[in-house]
């Protein structure tokens, strides 16, 4: 997963590769490691924006289409939720959050997006 996320749409995509049902998939990943893969999925996917933002030359759009998400406003909505920014005024303000803190934060209190 980690070198293929950006053309993983959703858990699903992951579940008919391993034929496996979804239902199956999720919990067990869950259970053995305290985070949702679809969480897991859209900070990676959050993770890599981030480091695509530093390229002046990518517009949000763009961004959005490279890191895996289905439109823009599916984007905005996890890059938020996951940062607590919206993606333009994060880029604005050359914000630099500690992603990781971030992620351990949300596991604990299971406030995942």
């Avoid at 034929?19 to 949702?36: A, E, P």
């Avoid at 996951?82 to 303000?93: E, H, I, L, N, Y």
Wanted: proline content about 4%.
């Amino acid at each position: 997963m980690k070198e293929k996320y950006c053309e993983i749409s959703g858990v699903q995509d992951i579940a008919d590769h391993l034929g496996v049902k979804i239902q199956t998939l999720s919990s067990k990943f869950s259970g053995q490691c305290n985070v949702s893969l679809k969480s897991l999925l859209v900070f990676s996917k959050v993770r890599h924006a981030i480091f695509l933002m530093n390229n002046p030359g990518f517009i949000m759009k763009d961004i959005a289409g490279i890191t895996g998400f289905s439109d823009p406003h599916h984007f905005n909505v996890c890059f938020k939720r996951s940062t607590g920014v919206a993606p333009q005024v994060f880029r604005d303000k050359k914000m630099k959050p500690d992603l990781q803190k971030i992620f351990r934060e949300k596991v604990k209190k299971r406030h995942l997006p």
